[in-house]
DNA sequence: GCTTGACCTCAAGTTAGCTTGAGGTTGCAC
DNA sequence: GTGCAACCTCAAGCTAACTTGAGGTCAAGC
């Protein structure tokens, strides 16, 4: 491994658009690893930028960090991921995807009976239930979601 | 207006299933409003049932509480909102519904090309630019969002 | 050898969306 | 007229996901 491909955070930074407070932040809460320098200084692999990546898509997506760390843990420990190893994981969020989008389908069928009818009821238009606010995006009140 | 009609904050909770500091948080924003009596205790009018599952349905559609004021400002002021006042505001949900559909499935036509070359890379699969980062329903790096 | 920018740690602050707790009051039922 | 659940206010706490600041170190160019 060459000593070129060792990224200081400040270019890891610069080639994700990521703040280099939230590089350390990921790395706080153990979804990045980095080696140091004699001075202690952070050094990245080059495949960390494609491992941010993944956490800005999979946020995008609405996953929490915590959520996120779950499936990087799913990569090869101890190497350097392939380009096979991204692909399975990446398919993992295409199914976060489309669960997405299958709920957001379910939601609009109801919002449409509600319109519908302009009740807006809780009872009648059935446009809560648990199944649904689980798979949410939002937050929500937490006194609804436990 | 019969007082039978009026709602102390307690039933107003079992009937929408928040938490009654939910809904004092929500007055204290100001997307609710309520009557004193003597005593100084809260009293609802009915329609405010409707009012909060309106609240509900556009958080899980992951509006914040201050896009969601901005909408039922646009509800009429000084009289009970009829139903068809309702029909209206809810199609506006229905819209920001759509929007949500379509820019999931942009993201996964794209995340599939990255799936094709498992680069997950910024540069060429584009996965992120400005446009969809800006409808993203999960909070993202502040710095990024700007 | 000195300056300067990039880097370090650790603590505290920030926003959203609530909940929890302390300490006190109301109102309805018996 | 008394008991007690339901209500009140206000302050503080909580989680997520970071940022900001203070105070200090490292390293490369002049």
Redesign the interface.
């Known amino acids: 491994m060459d000593r070129n491909d060792l990224l200081p955070i400040g270019d890891l930074a610069r080639?994700?658009?990521?703040?280099v407070?939230?590089i350390r932040f990921y790395e706080d809460k153990g979804l990045i690893s980095s080696l140091r320098t004699s001075g202690n200084q952070r050094r990245f692999l080059r495949s960390d930028?494609?491992r941010l990546?993944?956490i800005?898509?999979a946020?995008?997506?609405?996953?929490g960090l915590v959520e996120i760390e779950t499936e990087l843990s799913k990569l090869p420990q101890g190497r350097t991921p392939?380009?096979?190893d991204?692909?399975k994981i990446?398919?993992s969020?295409?199914k976060e995807?489309?669960a997405?989008?299958a709920l957001?389908?379910r939601?609009?069928a109801k919002?449409?009976e509600?319109?519908g009818?302009?009740?807006?009821?809780?009872q009648r238009c059935q446009?809560?239930n648990r199944e649904?606010?689980a798979g949410?995006?939002?937050?929500?009140?937490?006194?609804?979601l436990d």
Chains 1, 2 share one sequence.
């Open positions: 080639r994700t658009g990521l703040a407070s939230a930028i494609r990546s993944f800005l898509i946020q995008k997506l609405g996953l392939t380009i096979n991204w692909q990446s398919r969020l295409r995807i489309d997405r989008i957001l389908n939601t609009r919002l449409d509600c319109i009818c302009g009740c807006l009821s809780l446009l809560y649904d606010r949410a995006a939002g937050a929500g009140p937490r006194y609804v």
